[in-house]
């Protein structure tokens, strides 16, 4: 297996033509007669039930994409050893008991490098300080994973530390594999913190992916690389051996190609969890019987009424793109059923979405420094134990860790607070009171289903209140850059959510495979 970190000290970028990406395309053939592009859940599926596929093949196809692509991308920063012998074993499983599947059985899934698994990949949140650190036991929603026979393909890149290092450093860069890629305009943000995920979901490097949100990084990258992502309500999803930021807001959720492959992955990692308990508990309420598959309904948007928050977030510039695609959008979610309620306004917007305002970023800096040191004070063994080693490790590898330029204010102003403190819960407080005057009171004055955001600018509003969220390939801007539409609910909405979203998804089919055509600027080893 070839090592993906070769990249570690380089950093120089280079513009590039890429003369031709089709060689995956032409490898498919020595696999299998099986259409990888664009391949979902049920596709392949169906295809090992033909015998047309097995689950080692589309494993070893698979790492042959990430082997070619990844240099260009750098969406994968490990693949695990062992993929091919569990897709094996997943095999054998099916010969022996061929109805007795999961719909995740077999089906190979790249997880963001601070979801941590016990075996033999590095759980790293994308920088060397966390390089051989040993996590005790699987994350809560990789033992379910596991449990259902899906194969962990490999830990995705992501922004460092998910974005909460520095806030100058790009999304979607990190210490171990650079700077990430979008895949439809390389100049293009890939947003983040999830990158990874949603960039190897977009290039089809994998079939299935799990990100994670505080405050954007699953909605965020899955507009920006016109994939779907689903935010879930914190709680539904155990964040149990997940590297954290807020415990208040953290949640575990799928970034995919689809909503349906989405929500097979929702329907695998959700539930209660003994090593997050409170928090699984009391979500554990929202899970329907018979799962989140059942609302997987193509007639989703009939009779929901959804609020269009249109001040300050559908307010682009007339003849842009955006400004029309919207509409149209509109207009189709009408005609089938929707009942849209126009120019709503959720109160004190400007504060939410000002992190210093709401008390958000008090609160998040103060939660970090104590969730961290309770995660790395869980590992069988790591070079850092705390919060502050980070900081030294950071500050003793400058070059290769682009401190200098990037820094780690984050960390600084983390380290220096003092635990939950009354200045901290005053801050919870603040932000409970304006989700309970803003959201909570629109959606319930208003009988609304959902509300409708376009790419990932509601995150705030959703994070500080542990909402849930979904986001779908809207279109793609005159340059071809990919822009999202989100749908925001209450906690437990997700059923609703998942109707709306899947309607529309199947009413627009937005999304297109990149194409990786034209200019492409990648880091090169020089
Ligand atoms: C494979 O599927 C993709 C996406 O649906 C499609 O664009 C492509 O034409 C298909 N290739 C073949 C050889 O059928
Ligand atoms: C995990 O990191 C160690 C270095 O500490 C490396 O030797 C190993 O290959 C990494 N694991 C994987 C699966 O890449
Ligand atoms: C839309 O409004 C928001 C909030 O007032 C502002 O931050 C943003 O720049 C505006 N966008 C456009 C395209 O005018
Ligand atoms: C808001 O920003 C100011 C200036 O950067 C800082 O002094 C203050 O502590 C911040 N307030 C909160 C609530 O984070
Ligand atoms: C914190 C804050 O700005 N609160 C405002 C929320 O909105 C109400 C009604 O407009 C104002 O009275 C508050 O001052």
């Known amino acids: 297996m070839p090592s993906l970190y070769l990249h570690r000290f380089s950093f120089a970028f280079t513009v590039v033509t890429f003369l031709s990406l089709s060689l995956p395309f032409c490898l498919s053939a020595q696999y299998s007669s099986f259409n990888f592009t664009e391949a979902t859940v049920d596709s392949i599926q169906a295809a090992f039930r033909s015998r047309s596929l097995t689950s080692a093949q589309l494993v070893r196809y698979y790492l042959s994409v990430i082997q070619n692509l990844n240099p260009h991308l750098r969406a994968v920063i490990e693949v695990n050893p062992d993929a091919v012998t569990q897709a094996a074993k997943a095999d054998l499983e099916r010969e022996r008991y061929p109805n007795n599947r999961n ?202 009424r959804i609020g269009i928050l249109r001040e300050g977030f559908f307010n682009f510039s007339k003849n842009s793109v955006q400004a029309k695609v919207f509409e149209q959008h509109f207009s189709l979610m009408r005609k089938n059923g929707a009942m849209l309620i126009d120019n709503l306004q959720i109160v004190n917007t400007s504060v939410i979405l000002d992190y210093n305002q709401s008390g958000e970023e008090l609160a998040t800096v103060a939660e970090f420094k104590v969730a961290l040191n309770n995660y790395l004070s869980q590992l069988t063994s790591s070079p850092v134990r705390s919060l502050s080693d980070v900081i030294s490790f950071n500050e003793k590898h400058k070059k290769e860790e682009k401190i200098q330029e990037y820094g780690q204010l984050i960390f600084l102003a983390s380290e220096s607070t003092n635990g939950i403190n009354s200045k901290v819960r005053n801050a919870i407080s603040n932000m409970a009171r304006l989700s309970s005057k803003g959201i909570e009171t629109l959606m319930k004055e208003k009988q609304l289903d959902a509300i409708v955001t376009p790419d990932a600018t509601v995150s705030s509003i959703l994070g500080i209140g542990g909402y849930p969220g979904i986001s779908v390939p809207a279109g793609y801007d005159k340059k071809g850059v990919p822009f999202g539409i989100t749908f925001g609910g209450l906690k437990g909405y997700e059923p609703r959510l998942i109707e709306i979203a899947y309607a529309f998804e199947q009413a627009t089919k937005v999304r297109k495979p990149p194409s990786f055509k034209g200019q492409f600027q990648i880091i090169s080893d020089l």
């Open 103 to 304: 719909r995740l059985h077999g089906i190979p899934i790249l997880l963001k490098d601070i979801i941590g698994t016990a075996d033999k990949l590095n759980t790293t949140a994308g920088s060397f300080a966390l390089l051989g650190s040993v996590v005790s036991r699987d994350s809560g929603v990789v033992r379910r994973l596991r449990k259902v026979g899906a194969v962990i393909l490999g830990k995705a890149s992501m922004s460092e530390w998910a974005h909460f290092r520095s806030e100058t450093a790009p999304n979607g860069w990190c210490a171990r594999s650079g700077q990430g890629i979008n895949p439809y305009v390389a100049s293009a943000t890939p947003c983040g913190s999830s990158s990874g995920s949603a960039i190897a979901t977009a290039a089809n490097l994998v079939t299935v992916t799990l990100g994670t949100e505080t405050d954007g990084s699953i909605l965020c990258p899955a507009a920006a690389n016109s994939v779907v992502g689903i935010k879930p309500t914190v709680g539904l999803t155990s964040r149990s051996m997940v590297i954290p930021i807020s415990p208040r807001q953290d949640t575990i959720g799928p970034i995919c190609r689809t909503v349906r492959d989405a929500v097979y992955v929702l329907d695998a990692i959700v539930g209660y969890d003994v090593y997050d308990s409170k928090a699984t508990k009391e979500a554990a309420k929202y899970i329907p019987k018979g799962g989140y598959r059942r609302f997987l309904n193509f007639d989703g948007l009939r009779s929901k």
